[in-house]
């Protein structure tokens, strides 16, 4: 189960219902015979396999190679959607066509693209998926081996006298491997970009050499002031490392909700100075904020580190385990697989991993899925579902990202009409190991998207970030986020009178806290942040979650906050009145919220808009930046302050119906997390009102293609 406000213009935040399982079965090999047009004949559907020891010049209707040799199965993905481009040509196909690839390591050297002329129908869908209970693993990478002890005298001294015999190289252009990708400055306010290559080991990434091995350390000063590119520090380790023009450094500059790689060019031992290259840390470089130093030959020192001088093309490794044949893989390839404007073509039950980029993307058609896949050691994001309709990713482990888990957009803001794009089911954790603000697990843009009994924990930033129209997130898990950054909500939409209809209910947030002590802003859980309108929040559990409170609503108007239980949280409900005092400016026409232009580009005073929120028809003659129409309504708070918010503005809240106790209310078992509110609890005689809350449902459960639990 279970702010310098300045940010939103530098940060591009934002640029159901589901398809039934689809019907595993094998149907009997049929060997594929070429016809003409005017032969076309009906079919009940048809399999194809790959396997690796296929070959593309056979049929590929034998899931193994016959006895003479002489057919079975195809070899690669690219021959099996020309065989079914063949098929389609010649055949009417009533029924599914299976791709079933036998369980082995499939390399790939380049992305697997499939685009209108690949779509299955809503009849006849094509799935692409392991065969039985097969292992298959498509991976955007290429083994590396040949490691050897370092022995030139000039690397040699560049490493720690103890590390120097635990370090071992190997030559990746030896290998064929001549692309190391382009390494870019990258986070908050800069456009995705797939990461450069990298290096994973026994399934898991390992270490670009950094200092300091963990942790951060601070700016000392800032000579040439916030925009000047460059700063001090205090240490004695940058003065000893002989190179600089390959070196990065990630830090949260001036703000902790805002995060991002620069390239060093040029450090002064003398000066203790060290000058980056444009366009500098995001808002300027500011005393005493924080940073570390990566792609540092001096301090790989530690095991699971690694190396790459990218002009030899001599990559330096101290392996955290014996090294085995395959146990080394570099990423090559960007995507692993790219369907335009194809439709209900499905990819399930194999394992992508080890791309620089986006696993999957998927752009426009309708009834696309990506359902019961591993997706993991990824440079960008798992999955981009990229407008198109019903189009979803079902039941998958993601985890070990670059830049979140997956990109939701879909639907037409002007028009309302919802795209009903999903999450469901997905356990997606250790994410955003790249870049740490505003890459979250889900982020969800256009109108009408869902997710829905995801399970998300360990990450440093959001777990949900929102923008538009009419979506749904329910009967989500989230605990264990924001745990690097400050100002942050778990779920998070913001500046926005526009983008409503959204309800979040039968969400369990528990455990979310920033690092203690450390940030000044804290987190929240539910942050309708700047001015953000027309949420509903109802029936969800926050436990020990938001070390500032569970609901923030930052300014806004018509959020409705019915039907919630807070157990020992700092506050219930903050409702703060910022577009009156020190965000006035910004909410004001012409100011750089750009509140009033969102408003005009849907013409928010005509239909759909007029229609689907009345109260925002007349928005500008109801002085809007007054957070007027939120309601804290039936609301259980245990050990927990159920409000706070300005008392001379509380006039504007419908504020009732809701119990405080220090008590137990009558849940089935707190001890263990089991929030379910027995028959006879006290709230339903305190609170007459109060819906039952269906904990049991919330998040991740069995299906077709998730057939364990975490």
């Keep these: 189960m279970f702010s310098s406000r300045s940010r939103w213009n530098c940060q591009s935040r934002?640029?159901?219902?589901?398809?039934?399982?689809?019907?595993?079965?094998?149907?009997?090999?049929?060997?594929?015979?070429?016809?003409?047009?005017?032969?076309?004949?009906?079919?009940?559907?048809?399999?194809?396999?790959?396997?690796?020891?296929?070959n593309d010049a056979w049929s590929g209707s034998l899931p193994g190679p016959n006895t003479q040799k002489t057919d079975g199965p195809l070899k690669t993905l690219t021959a099996a959607r020309d065989?079914?481009?063949?098929?389609?040509?010649?055949e009417t196909i009533a029924g599914p066509i299976h791709v079933q690839l036998r369980g082995g390591n499939y390399y790939l050297e380049q992305t697997?693209?499939?685009?209108?002329?690949?779509?299955?129908?809503?009849?006849?869908?094509?799935?692409?998926?392991?065969?039985?209970?097969?292992?298959?693993?498509?991976?955007?990478?290429?083994?590396v081996g040949?490691?050897?002890?370092?022995?030139?005298?000039?690397?040699?001294?560049?490493?720690?006298?103890?590390?120097?015999?635990?370090?071992?190289?190997?030559?990746?252009?030896?290998?064929?491997?001549?692309?190391?990708?382009?390494?870019?400055?990258?986070?908050?306010?800069?456009?995705?970009?797939?990461?450069?290559?990298?290096?994973?080991?026994?399934?898991?990434?390992?270490?670009?050499?950094?200092?300091?091995?963990?942790?951060?350390?601070?700016?000392?000063?800032?000579?040439?002031?916030?925009?000047?590119?460059?700063?001090?520090?205090?240490?004695?380790?940058?003065g000893t490392?002989?190179?600089?023009?390959?070196?990065?450094?990630?830090g949260f500059w001036t703000h902790d909700w805002a995060d991002s790689y620069e390239r060093i060019k040029s450090i002064d031992p003398a000066t203790k100075?060290?000058?980056?290259?444009?366009?500098?840390?995001?808002?300027?470089?500011?005393?005493?904020?924080?940073?570390?130093?990566?792609?540092?030959?001096?301090?790989?020192?530690?095991?699971?580190?690694?190396?790459?001088?990218?002009?030899?093309?001599?990559?330096?490794?101290?392996?955290?385990?014996?090294?085995?044949?395959?146990?080394?893989?570099v990423s090559i390839v960007n995507t692993i697989i790219s369907m335009k404007n194809c439709s209900y073509t499905t990819v399930q039950d194999m394992t992508l991993e080890c791309s620089r980029g986006t696993a999957?993307?998927?752009?426009?058609?309708?009834?696309?899925?990506?359902?019961?896949?591993?997706?993991?050691?990824?440079?960008?994001?798992?999955?981009?579902?990229?407008?198109?309709?019903?189009?979803?990713?079902?039941?998958?482990?993601?985890?070990?990202?670059?830049?979140?888990?997956?990109?939701?957009?879909?639907g037409d803001r002007q028009s309302l009409q919802p795209a009903a794009n999903y999450a469901r089911n997905n356990h997606i954790y250790n994410y955003s190991r790249w870049c740490f603000t505003y890459r979250p697990a889900i982020q969800i843009d256009g109108v009408g998207n869902q997710a829905s009994h995801n399970r998300i924990h360990d990450g440093p930033h959001n777990a949900i970030q929102l923008g538009g129209n009419d979506h749904m997130i329910e009967y989500n898990e989230i605990h264990d986020v924001c745990t690097e950054s400050d100002d942050v909500g778990a779920f998070y939409s913001g500046r926005s009178w526009v983008s409503r209809g959204t309800t979040l209910r039968y969400n369990f947030f528990h455990h979310i806290h920033s690092a203690e002590g450390q940030f000044r802003h804290g987190s929240r859980v539910v942050y309708l942040d700047d001015a953000a309108s027309g949420f509903t929040v109802f029936g969800n559990i926050f436990y020990k979650a938001g070390s500032m409170c569970a609901v923030n609503v930052g300014g806004g108007r018509d959020n409705l906050i019915h039907n919630n239980i807070f157990v020992d949280c700092a506050r219930?409900?903050?409702?703060?009145?910022?577009?009156?005092?020190?965000?006035?400016?910004?909410?004001?026409?012409?100011?750089?919220?750009?509140?009033?232009?969102?408003?005009?580009?849907?013409?928010?005073?005509?239909?759909?808009?007029?229609?689907?929120?009345?109260?925002?028809?007349?928005?500008?003659?109801?002085?809007?930046?007054?957070?007027?129409?939120n309601e804290l309504v039936n609301n259980l708070a245990v050990r927990t302050p159920i409000l706070e918010m300005p008392s001379n503005w509380q006039h504007l809240l419908v504020n009732t119906g809701n119990w405080s106790t220090d008590a137990d209310p009558g849940f089935v078992d707190i001890a263990n997390n089991n929030f379910t509110l027995k028959e006879d609890s006290e709230v339903y005689t305190k609170i007459p009102q109060f819906k039952v809350i269906p904990f049991s449902q919330i998040g991740l459960y069995r299906d077709a293609y998730r057939k364990r639990l975490p």
Excluded at 119 to 134: D, I, M, N
Excluded at 363 to 368: A, E, F, L, V
């Design 572 to 629: 219930g409900a903050w409702i703060d009145t910022r577009g009156l005092d020190w965000a006035k400016r910004f909410i004001s026409d012409g100011g750089e919220w750009g509140m009033y232009d969102k408003l005009r580009s849907v013409k928010h005073d005509q239909p759909p808009y007029s229609v689907r929120y009345p109260k925002l028809a007349s928005i500008l003659n109801d002085e809007p930046a007054q957070p007027r129409g």
């Design 360 to 410: 999957v993307e998927i752009h426009g058609g309708t009834g696309n899925s990506v359902k019961g896949c591993m997706i993991r050691n990824i440079g960008n994001a798992g999955v981009l579902l990229a407008g198109g309709t019903e189009n979803g990713v079902e039941s998958c482990d993601i985890f070990e990202t670059g830049d979140g888990g997956i990109r939701i957009y879909g």
């Design 14 to 54: 934002y640029t159901g219902f589901a398809l039934g399982p689809f019907l595993f079965f094998f149907i009997a090999a049929l060997v594929i015979v070429p016809q003409s047009s005017s032969q076309a004949n009906t079919t009940q559907g048809r399999s194809l396999f790959i396997s690796l020891d296929g």
């Design 146 to 238: 040949s490691f050897v002890p370092v022995t030139a005298p000039a690397i040699l001294n560049r490493l720690k006298k103890d590390c120097r015999t635990s370090v071992l190289q190997t030559d990746l252009k030896a290998q064929g491997i001549n692309d190391y990708g382009k390494t870019v400055s990258r986070g908050f306010g800069r456009p995705f970009a797939p990461a450069g290559l990298e290096l994973f080991f026994q399934h898991k990434p390992m270490t670009l050499a950094r200092w300091p091995n963990t942790g951060w350390v601070k700016i000392d000063k800032v000579p040439a002031g916030p925009d000047g590119g460059k700063f001090t520090y205090t240490e004695s380790q940058p």
């Design 273 to 329: 100075t060290i000058e980056t290259h444009p366009p500098h840390g995001i808002y300027g470089y500011s005393e005493n904020h924080r940073y570390y130093v990566l792609n540092v030959l001096e301090e790989l020192d530690a095991p699971g580190e690694w190396y790459l001088d990218g002009g030899s093309g001599m990559l330096y490794f101290w392996p955290p385990a014996p090294l085995t044949a395959d146990g080394a893989i």
């Design 83 to 90: 065989k079914i481009r063949q098929l389609k040509s010649t």
């Design 241 to 250: 490392w002989q190179k600089s023009d390959q070196v990065w450094i990630h």
């Design 112 to 143: 697997f693209e499939l685009a209108e002329q690949d779509a299955g129908t809503k009849a006849s869908p094509v799935v692409y998926a392991a065969y039985g209970e097969e292992n298959v693993r498509l991976i955007a990478g290429r083994q």
